[in-house]
């Protein structure tokens, strides 16, 4: 397998005093699918945003491919291959669906690469291709969050990274997400994905880190993860 | 009725003046929550540009593009020295940082230039005036009014079709996740200081353009007023900045127009009297931005 995508290596991210992620490390390999899991305040949100430069890291490396992006600017990332779905959504709600999935391209160069990543992404989200001239403000909730990974997928990254992709959704639209997850995956995205939804994310996994305050509490394969059944009382806050 | 014409073409003018500057404040505010008041000095450095372009024989047709040059580069120089180091600390920081920037230029331009206030060549042309319908109206009012519209439509065109447009709107709604989208921070700010200093060489030209003079501390005024048109429109909304600009050159120029003489020592505390009433009922402005959660990183 070579050397892994990502690695984390004794990520340390801190608000003034308060440690919100202490020494974590973990590898996200070619090819997978991997959760972060843990309560609120864990700290997945933190090392999300610590990956991606959104937040300082204190200490620590974090090495995609070849590239030492600790503390990268966040804009040097879609080039690199890696682009994040931020908690939320978080869409440009005051510009329309075309105008959100052009500005997913906005490094992009080539007109060919530019028009295969429309075709891709209005292929995976034909309702996006229906919806183009509407403000992204006005969509539902569900394709909110189609807008927000298929923005994220505009620069055709190795690396997707998800935060909360269901947050604030029925579980119908969660399947649908979480279906689509899976296909972006066979296709060759490898995906980091942070869940409160434990069971949903632990079913598409290859493997899953346990995170609680702050550190690794336990990680391995999701299978395995999926059926020690005292997880949800452990470390995600009671079932 | 034919009174009533004339000012509202004034209104117009003046309006479209206060539009422009309102614009220039709320572009950069609404991407990096600074509200700038060294706006005004960009004004103030275009028109001694046209003064000295004046002073050297340059002719007004070529001393208006490198006013408005020298207003764009201003502003860019004044994000890259003075606002980047405090981009992302509080707006209280960012305020004090602006009017420390603006009194440091009026300071210079007292000592190196004139305290006293300097004539700038207009030529005949737009200090004359035209008939229109049995209207006498000045030139410059129409130029005012002309230019405005020009700015706003070529404004409006650069931020809905260019990429680089629907990125500074990107940018304004979710600064930080324009960011991921690969859209560069200090392209951005630094694009929209060069706008806000373009939009204030254009309202500097208008306004020397009515006085045909310059002096230190000639963008303060306007560039309260356009703070208030800002905030009367609903501060970092772009629309609500164009809105509020000509609400409150319509408010002016009617007060100053129409209220009975005894009235008219009260014009400005009648004028704000309205704008707080419209603010009373509309406490985000008459058009709000959009987004004002959006988190600055």
């Given at each position: 397998m070579g050397q892994p995508l990502l690695q984390v290596r004794s990520l340390d991210v801190r608000y003034g005093a308060v440690q919100a992620v202490d020494g974590i490390n973990f590898d996200v390999e070619q090819g997978e699918i991997v959760a972060l899991l843990g309560a609120n305040g864990a700290g997945k949100s933190s090392t999300l945003n610590a990956l991606v430069g959104?937040?300082?890291?204190?200490?620590?490396?974090?090495?995609?491919?070849?590239?030492?992006?600790?503390?990268?600017?966040?804009?040097?990332?879609?080039?690199?291959?890696?682009?994040?779905?931020?908690e939320g959504r978080r869409v440009f709600g005051t510009l329309s669906v075309a105008e959100n999935l052009q500005m997913g391209a906005f490094g992009l160069r080539d007109p060919n690469e530019i028009a295969a990543a429309w075709d891709r992404v209005f292929d995976l989200?034909?309702?996006?291709?229906?919806?183009?001239?509407?403000f992204a403000g006005t969509l539902s909730g569900g394709q909110q969050q189609m807008l927000a990974v298929g923005r994220a997928l505009m620069s055709n990254p190795k690396m997707l990274l998800l935060d909360e992709p269901s947050l604030g959704l029925a579980p119908k639209i969660i399947e649908q997400i979480f279906e689509l997850i899976k296909t972006l995956n066979d296709q060759g995205v490898t995906i980091l994905v942070v869940e409160q939804n434990v069971s949903m994310a632990l079913d598409i996994a290859h493997r899953?880190?346990?995170?609680?305050?702050?550190?690794?509490?336990?990680?391995?394969?999701?299978?395995?993860?999926?059926?020690?059944?005292?997880?949800?009382?452990?470390?995600?806050?009671?079932? | 009725m034919d009174l009533f014409l004339q000012q509202t073409v004034n209104a117009f003018a003046l309006g479209g003046t206060y539009a422009l500057l309102a614009l220039g404040l709320a572009v950069v505010f609404s991407i990096m929550g600074l509200i700038n008041f060294a706006h005004g000095e960009l004004m103030?450095?275009?028109?001694?540009?046209?003064?000295?372009?004046?002073?050297?024989?340059?002719?007004f047709v070529f001393a208006v593009p490198l006013?408005?040059?020298?207003?764009?580069?201003?502003?860019?120089?004044?994000?890259?020295?003075?606002?980047?180091?405090?981009?992302?600390?509080?707006?209280?920081?960012?305020?004090?940082?602006?009017?420390?920037?603006?009194?440091?230029?009026?300071?210079?331009?007292?000592?190196?230039?004139?305290v006293r206030s300097q004539a700038v060549n207009i030529p005949d042309v737009i200090s004359g005036s035209i008939l229109i319908g049995g209207m006498v109206i000045g030139t410059n009012?129409?130029?005012?009014?002309?230019?405005?519209?020009?700015?706003?439509?070529?404004?409006?065109?650069?931020?809905?079709?260019?990429?680089?447009?629907?990125?500074?709107?990107?940018?304004?709604e979710d600064f930080a996740v324009a960011r991921l989208m690969g859209i560069r921070a200090n392209t951005v700010i630094a694009g929209a200081f060069a706008i806000s200093g373009l939009l204030a060489g254009v309202a500097a030209i208008l306004w020397v353009s009515q006085r045909a003079s310059v002096d230190p501390l000639m963008g303060f005024t306007p560039v309260l007023k356009a703070f208030i048109a800002a905030i009367l429109g609903g501060l970092g909304s772009l629309r609500g900045a164009v809105a509020g600009g000509f609400l409150l050159g319509f408010i002016e120029i009617y007060l100053a127009a129409f209220l009975p003489a005894e009235l008219q020592e009260f014009r400005d505390p009648i004028g704000l009297g309205i704008v707080v009433l419209v603010l009373v009922m509309r406490p985000n402005g008459l058009l709000p931005a959009a987004s004002l959660k959006a988190e600055k990183v």
């Open positions: 959104l937040v300082p890291t204190f200490s620590g490396e974090v090495i995609f491919e070849d590239n030492n992006i600790t503390n990268i600017r966040p804009e040097m990332l879609p080039g690199l291959g890696m682009t994040l779905s931020p989200f034909p309702i996006l291709a229906e919806r183009r001239n509407q899953a880190y346990v995170l609680a305050n702050g550190t690794v509490a336990t990680s391995g394969a999701a299978e395995e993860l999926a059926e020690s059944s005292n997880l949800q009382n452990a470390y995600l806050g009671g079932a | 103030t450095i275009a028109g001694y540009t046209l003064m000295y372009c004046g002073l050297a024989g340059i002719s006013a408005l040059l020298a207003s764009m580069l201003a502003a860019v120089l004044m994000e890259r020295i003075a606002f980047r180091p405090v981009r992302n600390s509080s707006g209280a920081t960012m305020l004090v940082t602006s009017f420390a920037v603006a009194m440091i230029l009026q300071v210079l331009f007292q000592n190196f230039i004139s009012k129409l130029l005012a009014i002309v230019s405005t519209i020009v700015m706003l439509v070529l404004l409006d065109r650069f931020l809905s079709k260019q990429k680089y447009g629907i990125a500074m709107r990107a940018a304004a």
